[in-house]
């Protein structure tokens, strides 16, 4: 994967940023309260993420928190970089998202 370059990772997976000298691994969602859609919400909620990124000879896990209620991506600062995500699916009333449905949709850009 190359920067500007979006791509997708599922729960425990890591792809390397071509000439970056960094390696991101997708390592959990440790919360999803987004307000699901056909729902009438108080709060819209938000999803947390937990993105390990490895970058030259140390690593660094990232809290990637994105609102409920939106489409649009959130964004995230590391070092010179922005990391622009997404976590699907979205949640739906009365539908329960296993684990293994998760995925980050990220890009990493300067």
């Known amino acids: 994967m190359r920067l500007n370059e979006p791509f997708s990772l599922g729960i425990g997976q890591s792809i390397d940023v071509a000439g970056e000298s960094m390696k991101a691994t997708f390592e959990s969602v440790s919360e999803d309260s987004r307000c699901p859609r056909g729902v009438t919400c ?29 489409d649009t991506p959130s964004e995230v600062s590391f070092r ?6 997404t976590l699907t699916p979205y949640p739906e009333a009365g539908k329960q998202i296993r684990k293994e449905e998760y995925q980050l949709n990220l890009k990493f850009k300067y």
């Open 42 to 70: 108080v709060w819209e909620g938000q999803a947390n993420s937990i993105l390990k990124v490895g970058y030259r000879n140390g690593e660094e896990r990232l809290l990637l928190t994105q609102p409920g209620l939106t």
């Open 80 to 85: 010179q970089y922005r990391i622009e995500f």
